[in-house]
């Protein structure tokens, strides 16, 4: 029994190993990308609201009629945002929503892992029997599924963001949208390719 745990621990240390180090560079990925993501969504938010510099213009020059003797305007009513921009937050913002919780996964995952390796502290044949039944457990959780779904979560944020960046960029000039299209549409072909032609 004590060989057969032995042996078990090896391949436990190895599977988890790898695991582990897997997680630790897509966590340090999530965090630079949602890191990036809020910087932009930060400046786009604002695109949903009414501009208060406009506001102000429009008080102070109602103010400055008055005094003048003629008759102020009225405040524009009923802001509406463009719905260019409506898209971009939506697309940033569900960026940002895939990025957290592929981190906040990966720290549920790393977690399970650590648990998966904890010593337990029985003879042999009862360590190998707990031993199995938490291998029993990962399997039917799906845990490695799960594990599988983190680098799937990124991808969606990081398309999600490209897709609202390249309508930030047609919306301002497309001097400049034109080759951060191109740069992003041979990347994501350049994906394509690597990830498929395994399947070939």
Known sequence: ???????????DK?????????????????????????AFTVESYKLLQPDAQDMTNHILMNVSAQLAGRSATELP????PAPSSIRINALWFLSL??????????ILCKQWLRHYQQDISKPPKEALAMRQFRYDSF????????????????????ILFFVGLIDFLQGLDVKVSIPVTTFIGVG???LVVTTSAPAF
């Open 1 to 11: 029994w004590k060989k057969l745990y032995e042996k078990a621990g090896q391949f």
């Open 14 to 38: 190895e599977f988890c190993g790898g695991w582990n180090s897997e997680i630790d560079a897509l966590l340090t990925f999530a965090g630079l990308f949602s890191a990036v993501v809020t």
């Open 77 to 80: 009513s009923g802001f509406t």
């Open 97 to 106: 929503t895939f990025s957290l919780t592929a981190g906040l996964v990966g």
């Open 139 to 158: 399997v039917q959780c799906r845990v490695m599924d799960i594990l599988n779904a983190l680098p799937v979560l990124l991808g969606l944020g990081l």
């Open 188 to 190: 994501f072909g350049f």
